[in-house]
């Protein structure tokens, strides 16, 4: 094949790959701007006439839709503080140190990552009706924490491998303790990947759907309401698109600013 | 761009003499969340399914879920799903983990875009495949523009089962082919240059490279991304029921309907229990099936 084809063939897979994962998202943005009677007609036209906020401002109404929302951000507001606090220790200790167990624990990681939530919802609710955390924003951040801890760990672990220990050890021959030599030395370093670790588990948490959907009954988040509405309510068609392009917006602009850390979080390989 | 493994792989040289308790330290709060909120539960679905409400063993939630109208429907789309969708992942996502690795101009907005859906919810996804599948959709707005048919089609009925099929499969190859994607991306490039350096001295080009050298080189990242995303096939539960209903029952939403439906979270278990096995048991068999001769000089 001559060079001129091979190039014309690569910038055809890539253009054709690029409008399959945009144009459904481009879609059913349109489809959200488009008035609620312009949707149930036939034909009708794709791009909308005339543009409207309409559709998504009747979502937006819709009963309990707003408070949903505000919980979904609770609920990945606590699910973030949690699984940093509890997760960063761990990264950092498998960054830093060599230590019998540290083998197994990696792999326990591993393990964790892929038995998620199906499974441990239904378990938990019956457990968390007799703790008192049934239907209420910190059962669910607990379960979604479960979840993001794997992930908050083994980002943190890149993060602070890719701090030099050697200055944890300058600052303390300096005097710092060990401690302050980490709150002073390598924690602002670490801080931008910190924040990409927080920013990945919002998505998660306002992602998830089934453990939510399980665990709550009023206390609803926004993938727990859209679901009921959709799985049993019966919602109409432009609640669900609107819905739809509410729940993805968050995540299109959140992948872009952590795009630098997608393979680290995704891209271990068991071995 | 980040290495995948090295972070994990390479520790920093921290020699130690004695043992040091603060690494242990370090690792406790994990531990404790994980074995109330991870290995806890997990036990619990076992013991919840098995368990009948005077406290002795007992079979019937198992037999219930057998039983159920939807259980057998609940394990044929669940097992067909997964065997239509899986393949057509990997060989897309193989083709634009490839494609990445071309390293054209503009590849890496190119990896960007190819993993947005990685960001977007089962829930989501399917609702917006569902504004393309619907009545009043797009897709039905295209063939009347293209002059093939004059009334809408309903793709999404109990009517045209082969069409609901097609649009969870669109739709789970457009959501999760990201994952696959990401994993395969990361496996090449931990590939040392060399090979396919030798690759060329001995004139291998084009198919003979990518069957030969790529492919099994990236034996590790294949077996993980399978296994992955099998195991996350058996979740599949969100997309399904944006788009079909409980017209095509999945193992996931049936353990949604039980619990949430008919308040039975035993039955739900078991289904939770059915899940936790088939995916052990995939594990397990991937890993056997997969370990090959050439998978050492991978690792």
Avoid at chain 1, 165 to 190: D, K, N, S, W, Y
Avoid at chain 2, 97 to 114: E, I, K, M, P
Avoid at chain 2, 143 to 158: M, T
Wanted: proline residues 5%; charged residues 10%.
């Amino acid at each position: 094949m001559s060079a001129a084809a091979r190039r014309a063939l690569l910038a055809l897979a890539v253009t054709g790959v690029t409008a399959w994962v945009l144009a459904p998202i481009v879609l059913i943005a349109l489809a959200s701007f488009t008035t609620r009677s312009q949707l149930y007609a036939w034909p009708r036209s794709v791009i909308p006439d005339p543009w409207s906020v309409e559709t998504l401002r009747f979502f937006l109404q819709a009963q309990g839709v707003l408070q949903a929302t505000w919980h979904s951000l609770v609920v990945a507001i606590l699910t973030i503080a949690l699984a940093i606090v509890i997760g960063a220790p761990a990264g950092y200790a498998l960054s830093r140190f060599r230590f019998a167990g540290r083998e197994a624990f990696r792999l326990a990681i591993l393990g964790t990552k892929m038995f998620p939530a199906t499974i441990l919802a239904v378990p938990l609710a019956v457990s968390f009706i007799q703790w008192g955390l049934y239907d209420t924003l910190l059962g669910v951040a607990f379960v979604h924490t479960a979840l993001a801890l794997p992930f908050a760990i083994i980002i943190t672990t890149s993060v602070f491998v890719g701090v030099p220990f050697e200055l944890e050890e300058a600052a303390m021959t300096l005097g710092c303790g060990r401690l302050q030599a980490f709150l002073r030395v390598a924690l602002p370093i670490a801080l931008p990947g910190l924040a990409a670790a927080a920013i990945f588990t919002f998505v998660l948490s306002w992602n998830e759907v089934f453990a939510a959907t399980i665990l709550t009954l009023r206390t609803r988040t926004l993938p727990a309401l859209v679901m009921n509405a959709v799985g049993s309510a019966g919602a109409p068609a432009d609640f669900r698109f609107a819905a739809g392009f509410f729940m993805i917006v968050p995540a299109l602009i959140i992948i872009m600013v952590i795009r630098r850390y997608l393979l680290t979080l995704w891209g271990v390989t068991v071995r | 761009m980040t290495v995948a493994e090295q972070p994990l792989d390479s520790p920093a040289p921290v020699a130690r003499a004695r043992v040091d308790w603060l690494p242990y330290a370090l690792l406790a709060p994990t531990l404790v969340f994980l074995t109330v909120f991870f290995v806890y539960p997990m036990i619990q679905a076992v013991v919840l399914s098995v368990r009948d409400p005077s406290g002795g063993l007992t079979l019937r939630h198992f037999q219930a879920m057998v039983a159920d109208t939807y259980f057998r429907g609940a394990v044929r789309n669940s097992l067909l799903l997964s065997a239509i969708v899986i393949p057509l992942q990997v060989i897309l996502a193989l083709a634009i983990a490839l494609l990445v690795n071309t390293r054209f101009r503009g590849h890496q907005w190119f990896l960007y875009v190819c993993a947005i859906p990685l960001g977007i919810s089962d829930l989501a996804a399917g609702l917006v495949w569902l504004s393309i599948f619907t009545d009043r959709g797009t897709l039905n707005m295209l063939l009347l523009w293209l002059g093939v048919i004059d009334q809408p089609i309903a793709f999404l009925s109990f009517e045209e089962p082969v069409w609901l099929y097609a649009a969870i499969v669109v739709t789970e190859v457009w959501r999760a082919t990201a994952i696959v994607m990401v994993i395969l991306v990361a496996g090449l490039q931990l590939i040392p240059k060399d090979y396919f350096e030798t690759a060329d001295v001995f004139g291998a080009t084009g198919w003979r490279k990518l069957r030969y050298v790529t492919l099994p080189l990236m034996r590790p990242a294949l077996q993980t991304a399978l296994i992955i995303r099998t195991i996350l096939a058996f979740q599949l539960f969100a997309t399904v029921i944006a788009l079909a209903g409980r017209i095509v029952p999945v193992l996931a939403g049936e353990a949604y309907f039980q619990y949430s439906l008919y308040r039975n979270p035993s039955v739900a278990s078991a289904y939770a229990v059915l899940i936790m096995a088939t995916s052990m048991v995939i594990t397990v068999a991937y890993l056997r099936l997969l370990r090959g001769r050439e998978a050492e000089i991978a690792t």
